[in-house]
């Protein structure tokens, strides 16, 4: 069975101040993303974190181009394979989604089809995207089946999704996204529903995934703790912003933005020895209006290190340390 070549390019995913806006002939638009930039090299796992509300679902429904209809691109650009996706027609786009660039729902039980085995589903996504006979279909899906860790193969493929426990069904659909070997694999929360010996499973296995074939993961959590340890890179997100972007063991050790110092907060094993160890931590405040942010800082009304400048200019990006980028007015100097 044959795979499409990957074009050659040094970045997997270049997302460069990226705005989207959702539209309402009932509400004030809703600026979702505002100038979001990221980018994520080939095998890269990168983690992207946030509160509700933050972007994060946003930015990887933009990335899919699977946005609804009330959305509106309003600047920006997404670079993958070295393609503008913002200007590929739905038909180009159709073969890239489930080939080049596949996703891991939040909820299993909700994306496999009932009625159908496993492993039919598995092979409707090959089918869709590769070339190949019906045996060859069923011999590569029972290959997937092996490789994310069934060691029956055979008696999972005949299996239906209401037979198979949530780790289970996890893995059916993370074989169903490497199915053709995709560059990116977008993953939304999919530890969610698991407990915490199966969350480390699969990420494990997903890690092991990334490795053996370069493939990027960007796993979005607003859960600190399930990116360390796991991710590489840790971009985080408020108020549709990507307001602090660093190496995992730097956001987890000296993050530098007060919202990220709140989330690192929040999960105490990761405090400092020195610091105080808050168990039940939370940020004070709630989360600006997208509808109507107002000026500067979107942190401003939360940050306790707040200053008259937060709150009059525009915030500018700046990088304080290498591989380590933030914005916040501490450090625009």
Do not use: W
């Amino acid at each position: 069975m044959k795979f499409p070549a990957e074009p050659s390019c040094d970045k997997t995913v270049l997302v460069h101040r990226l705005s989207v806006t959702y539209l309402s002939d009932r509400a004030q638009p809703v600026r979702a993303l505002d100038q979001a930039t990221l980018e994520i090299r080939p095998g890269e796992l990168v983690g992207i974190l946030g509160e509700s509300g933050s972007g994060k679902s946003t930015l990887a429904a933009a990335l899919l181009r699977l946005l609804p209809a009330d959305a509106r691109y309003d600047s920006g650009s997404i670079v993958f394979l070295g393609l503008n996706l913002l200007a590929l027609p739905e038909a180009e786009l159709q073969r890239l989604r489930g080939a080049k660039v596949a996703l891991i729902p939040q909820d299993p039980a909700l994306t496999l089809n009932p009625v159908l085995t496993v492993g039919d589903q598995i092979v409707e996504v090959i089918r869709a995207h590769i070339r190949s006979t019906r045996q060859d279909r069923r011999t590569r899906a029972e290959e997937l089946l092996k490789e994310v860790g069934f060691d029956q193969p055979r008696r999972i493929y005949t299996a239906y999704p209401h037979q198979l426990s949530g780790g289970q069904r996890q893995r059916i659909v993370i074989a169903q996204a490497i199915a053709c070997r995709p560059a990116l694999v977008i993953a939304d929360e999919p530890t969610s529903k698991l407990d915490a010996s199966l969350q480390a499973e699969i990420l494990s296995l997903m890690r092991e995934i990334s490795q053996r074939y370069q493939t990027a993961f960007m796993l979005i959590s607003h859960d600190p703790t399930v990116l360390a340890g796991f991710v590489d890179r840790i971009a985080v997100m408020y108020a549709g912003r990507v307001v602090e972007e660093g190496r995992t063991e730097d956001i987890f050790r000296h993050p530098l933005h007060p919202y990220t110092q709140a989330l690192v907060r929040l999960c105490s094993r990761y405090l400092p020895e020195s610091g105080t160890r808050t168990r039940f931590a939370s940020i004070a405040g709630e989360p600006p209006s997208l509808s109507d942010p107002g000026a500067g800082c979107p942190f401003a009304r939360r940050c306790p290190e707040r200053m008259k400048v937060c709150t009059e200019r525009d915030l500018r990006e700046t990088i304080p340390q290498p591989s380590h980028r933030v914005s916040c007015f501490k450090y625009d100097q």
